[in-house]
């Protein structure tokens, strides 16, 4: 499935969870990744990011598609990074 994630964390935990998901997804802005997860790997993403969090202040949203195909992206002004690039 293709993925959205937004996240909005304590600048303590920024630099972890930012290494978290570039493991999994491509960085596009800040705060947002975007990237095809396997529904195994979207949950091993999902523990782990808790781990980091504190759930009393942080937040993560994540935003599921079958699959690119269904996204419709615009982009107002410049790209930050382009995810076209990749595989």
């Known amino acids: 499935m293709y993925c959205i994630v937004v996240y909005d964390v304590g600048v ?3 630099t972890k ?3 978290l ?4 997804l491509h960085h596009v802005q800040n705060s947002v990744f975007e990237g ?7 949950q091993e ?7 980091i969090m504190n759930r009393e202040e942080d937040s993560l949203i994540i935003y599921r598609l079958r699959n690119q ?3 419709q992206r615009e982009i107002v002004g410049i790209e930050k990074r ?3 690039q990749f595989i």
Do not use: G
Not at 45 to 51: F, N, T, V, W
């Open 82 to 84: 382009s995810t076209s």
């Open 17 to 19: 969870i930012m290494k």
């Open 69 to 71: 195909k269904w996204l």
């Open 36 to 42: 095809e997860l396997t529904p195994a790997q979207l």
């Open 12 to 14: 303590e935990r920024v």
């Open 45 to 51: 993403l999902k523990y782990r990011a808790q781990a």
């Open 21 to 24: 998901m570039r493991e999994y």
